[in-house]
Each structure stands twice: as C-alpha cells, then as structure tokens.
C-alpha cells in the first residue's frame, strides 16, 4: 500500500514560480515511476512530468519542457516539481502518482495517486 501526498499549491501571478512536493509512504520500488499530472476544471488529467524513484531519467510534457523540473531527494521520501515561468494554462489541480510502467504518460497506467494541490495563475 502506498500513500502520496501533495503540498505547495497555491495562486500567483504569471511569471512567477512554485515548487510542488510529492511525499511518498510505503512500499515503491527501486524501478517505480513518480509521475506529477494536472487537470483543469471540465478536462481531463493530462501528464506533466516524471521520474524514476532511484532519482534517474526525467521526462516531460511538450507544454512544460523547458519551465518545470522534476526531483527526487534521495535523502527523503519525496518527489518535487519546480515550475518556473508559470502561465494561466498551468492553472490545474497537480496530482502526483506511483507507475511500474517505465515512460509513462497515461494516467491510466498509475496504480495509486495523493489527493492534490491546487495550483492558479492569474494574469
């Protein structure tokens, strides 16, 4: 059993930046995928970026490469995005998830999820 748990949503101004955090509990294999997805209202949970839980082989969406960078800290349990250069489209609520499947981008592959953190941009 795995639990996930978001935290560092919140509202700002575009341009500005925000750091996500993922802290994970339980059981995740050495070959697990943490995946950070997001879904705005009326839409549907689309990929953001993810990371092998050893810390190797980041990837990203189209529409955040370059902006966001995924982490994992070795020293803890814990998985974070950092978005840069945010926009009103980022607007979503971010959900952070466990996958066996290596390269991922379908929610569908992810067997557990937190409960989410809101993140709003305003103009």
């Known amino acids: 059993q795995v639990q996930l748990v978001e935290s560092g949503g919140g509202l700002v101004q575009a341009g500005d930046s925000l750091r996500l955090s993922c802290v994970a509990s339980g059981r995740i294999f050495d070959f697990s995928i943490m995946g950070w997805f997001r879904q705005a209202p009326g839409k549907e949970r689309v990929f953001v970026a993810a990371i092998k839980w050893n810390g190797a082989n980041p990837y990203y969406g189209d529409s955040v490469m370059g902006r966001f960078t995924i982490s994992r800290d070795m020293t803890k349990n814990t998985v974070s995005l950092q978005m840069n250069n945010l926009n009103p489209e980022d607007t979503a609520v971010y959900y952070c998830?466990?996958?066996?499947?290596?390269?991922?981008?379908?929610?569908?592959?992810?067997?557990?999820w937190g409960q989410g953190t809101q993140v709003t941009v305003s103009s």
């Open positions: 998830g466990v996958t066996v499947r290596a390269g991922s981008t379908r929610f569908s592959d992810y067997r557990y």
